[in-house]
């Protein structure tokens, strides 16, 4: 049967110039709701374009366009029909599978150890919707010099005429590597060559590449409490048992380890800027782990993700720099000092474990998309980086500065906040009475990204405590922001 394909959609009206497309969603429409039913056959394109006035080319490119996204099919010698699941049922099939509870998840043969990453997720999917202020861990957006880094994109796409197809090391752009190499030698004293160096998508990757390449099913691995829960989460994801380390005055208990975990494979520390609390391991600590490690022959993460917000003293020189039987796996990120969608990091990896590395990386992504790496060697071989982490330095040091004055006027009476030389965030520990939800849930009517400390504790803590993030915006908004709290809370 040929269907009057007029009478399937009667008001149907092309716009001007946008013939093809109109006719595509003509038709995809008809189909969807059901005017055109499956298998119906369609009028030759001859016809249809006859019957619609308009070129034969702009149907058959629209019929192309069908056959292409699954909605027709053509019967050799027979003509062109309506197909029996259009593309749509099935994304909505696959839409209501996703929504699946989470406790039928073993139903669906799913590897138990995704629990640790699920729940969290889940917690996080749901707290992440769009806020305005205080966000954790984004730093000086503002700041980033967007035109110049559009031209360096453009400069490497153009040298990239010659280079595509040549790119073939797992561990990166050599050209990055070695400004990476000479760059956190100087900056961060770091003991290395550019063979050492492995480019990364964020320090995310890097902890996820050290599990993936040192653990297996109930090796103990050490971490800070509270910690960054992402680490966490992702070695408990491998199956490893993670030992909780608090944290003092000196930065993590590095003798809970030597004396309590001794087996532990690898410990996971940011000696220079712990993680939620800020606190920097003492040096006789940093000397005390190392020996550890070297003596038992076991592995160190340093994650010196916020190492370049450093304001007043110059940076603590990294762990790895005092390393000398490589023991250390070293990370550091841009996505703090660029921005948050800027999925650049690196390791520094001791040469006995290049090639494992190197397997590891390449087994999970092959390597770090090239383009951004050739824009980025550019930008820190002009000096542009290191220009940038100046000027940031010194915006984060008043943006700080602003919250803590606001704090101390206007909120001195619900929190302490005390200055840190470091860091993007602060930790205000609540008084009196306040639980951590309650202030959250006002900071929530005002669309305040601040976050609980509990969030980082995975053993329960009474001290009450959140974490106020304010790199990203300018003093006066700091300011007037916390003044609305404020009045928010005291209501
Ligand atoms: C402790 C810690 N390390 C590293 C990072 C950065 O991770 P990435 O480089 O994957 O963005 C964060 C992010 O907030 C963090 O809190």
């Known amino acids: 049967m040929v269907t009057s394909i007029s009478a399937s959609f009667p008001h149907l009206i092309l716009p001007k110039g946008q013939i093809k497309d109109g006719l595509y969603s003509a038709l995809r429409d008809a189909i969807l709701d059901g005017r055109l039913k499956a298998s119906t ?28 996204e699954g909605y027709l099919f053509t019967k050799p010698s027979s003509g062109t029909y309506v197909a029996e699941v259009v593309p749509d049922q099935l994304i909505h099939i696959q839409e209501s599978s996703e929504k699946t509870p989470i406790n039928h998840h073993h139903a669906l043969n799913i590897n138990p150890n995704m629990d640790a990453l699920l729940s969290s997720w889940r917690e996080q999917a749901c707290s992440s919707q769009k806020k305005r202020m205080f966000h954790v861990g984004v730093g000086c957006i503002d700041l980033f010099p967007h035109q110049l880094w559009g031209k360096l994109l453009t400069r490497a796409w153009r040298q990239s005429y010659y280079q595509l197809g040549q790119f073939h090391d797992p561990r990166g752009y ?39 390449a040192l653990l297996q099913a109930n090796d103990e691995v050490c971490l800070d409490e509270p910690g960054y829960d992402a680490a966490f989460n992702i070695f408990r994801s491998f199956g490893a048992q993670v030992n909780l380390i608090e944290s003092d ?7 809970k380890i030597t004396d309590y975990y001794s087996k532990s494979k690898l410990v ?29 022959e076991k592995w160190i993460f340093e994650d010196d993700y916020n190492s370049e917000f450093r304001y007043g003293t110059h940076p603590i020189q990294a762990l790895q720099g005092l390393d000398q ?34 397997a590891a990386k390449y087994y999970t992504d092959v390597r770090s998309s090239y383009l951004e790496q050739v824009a980025l060697a550019l930008f820190i071989q002009q000096g542009h980086y290191a220009r940038h982490v100046r000027k940031v330095r010194k915006a984060c ?37 306040w639980s951590e939800q309650d202030f959250i849930n006002h900071c929530s009517a005002l669309d305040l990204a601040i976050q609980p400390l509990s969030r980082y504790c995975q053993i329960t803590t009474t001290k009450a405590a959140v974490l106020i993030g304010y790199a990203a915006h300018q003093p006066e908004e700091i300011i007037e922001n916390i003044k609305e709290l404020a009045l928010i809370l005291k209501k």
């Open 268 to 296: 996971y520390t940011a000696p220079s800027h712990q993680f939620p609390l800020g606190e920097t391991l003492s040096l006789a600590r940093r000397f005390a782990l190392l020996d550890w490690a070297n003596s038992q």
């Open 41 to 68: 056959k369609l009028p030759s394109s001859r016809a249809l374009a006859e019957m619609m006035s308009i070129s034969r080319n702009s149907v058959l490119a629209a019929i192309e366009r069908l056959l292409d």
């Open 325 to 358: 039987q490589q023991r250390v796996i070293y990370s550091g990120t841009f996505t703090k000092m660029m921005f948050p969608e800027f999925r650049l990091g690196f390791m520094v990896v001791p040469e006995a474990l290049i090639e494992t590395f190197s």
């Open 397 to 433: 040091y008043e943006r700080q500065q602003a919250l803590i004055k606001a704090i101390n006027e206007h909120l001195s009476d619900i929190v302490e906040v005390q200055p840190t030389d470091s860091g993007i965030h602060l930790i205000g520990w609540l008084k009196g009475t």
């Open 174 to 212: 050599l050209p990055l590597r070695q400004a990476i190499c000479e760059y956190v030698q100087s900056t961060r004293g770091l003991n290395c060559n550019e063979q050492q160096i492995i480019i990364v998508n964020g320090t995310q990757q890097a902890i996820h590449l050290t599990a993936y």
């Open 249 to 255: 005055e000196e930065g993590m208990q590095i003798s």
